[in-house]
């Protein structure tokens, strides 16, 4: 089976706007702090500009518009699943309960049965 080669093409004008958004969040962190002296809301309004400047940036270039491509398709494939009726996962959920405890119980008497042998049997400790 051959993989297929994942092709990056990544101009400059793409790097640059990266560049642009990671440094705006940068700044945006930095203006908050520089800021410290200005009334809260004047600080929060600065950071959230900045960061908002820096997300638009950063969906206008190439990795942006391939993350929003990714969440349409996603939404798209959630609108196709098929979700069990209040019924059917009622009876899953029972079962899943079910093979738990029968599973701890099986576990339990292992645990007891190789107790005994070994403390019981091969050692001779009793308690």
Sequence with gaps: MSN???ETVSTGADKAKLAASGL???GAVVAF???GKQDQWLR???LLALLAVAVAIFFTSESGKQLIAYGRD?????RKVVWPTRKE???MTGYVFAFVFVMAL?????DKTLEWA???LILGWKR
């Design 118 to 120: 070994l403390y019981d």
């Design 106 to 110: 099986f576990l339990w008497l292992t």
């Design 89 to 91: 996962a009622m009876q």
């Design 74 to 78: 996603s939404s798209r494939e959630v």
């Design 24 to 26: 705006l969040v940068v």
């Design 4 to 6: 297929p080669s994942v």
């Design 33 to 35: 702090y520089a800021l």
């Design 44 to 46: 929060v309004v600065a």
